[in-house]
């Protein structure tokens, strides 16, 4: 398990040093793992991959070119390796032009509560009228004279 941390380690050290322009000198970095015996040396390429070469306690090696990753984020796959991390995509936003989390990792569309009734009446002691406006759940209102 630490030399998977080590050679994440390595790998990550080695990516930022990559970045640097080709002209500078190749970069490397490298790890021993006391528990196997085995140092794990990478070596920046100039065409942005990287070369990664194990050596055993017994002095044998084994070598693999890793290519240039495509910009963006990566996590792990499980592996030991690297995977693009892709988000999930927002559903389109409901009618207030939001979106709210589903509570499983995703997004669902906000729909506001719809607003209750409202009304306000006020009386006319001359003619003894009352004159009442209603708010419906659609918006408009309703005016009622008795």
């Known amino acids: 398990m630490n030399a998977q941390y080590l050679l994440t380690i390595s790998l990550i050290a080695t990516s930022l040093l990559a970045i640097e322009p080709a002209s500078a000198a190749a970069a490397s970095a490298s790890s021993y793992d006391p528990s196997t015996g085995r140092t794990t040396t990478s070596t920046a390429n ?47 936003a409901g009618p207030t032009g939001i979106s709210v989390g589903d509570g499983n990792g995703g997004w669902k569309p906000y729909n506001p509560p719809p607003k209750l009734p409202a009304s306000a009446s006020s009386f006319d002691p001359e003619t003894g009228r009352t004159t009442t406006s209603t708010r419906n759940a659609d918006g408009s209102h309703t005016v009622t004279v008795r």
């Open 46 to 92: 100039p065409d942005g991959s990287h070369t990664v070469t194990v050596t055993d306690a017994n002095g044998n090696s084994s070598s693999t070119v890793r290519g240039k990753r495509a910009p963006g984020i990566y996590v792990g796959d499980g592996n030991g390796g690297y995977k693009r991390y892709d988000p999930p995509a927002k559903p389109p």
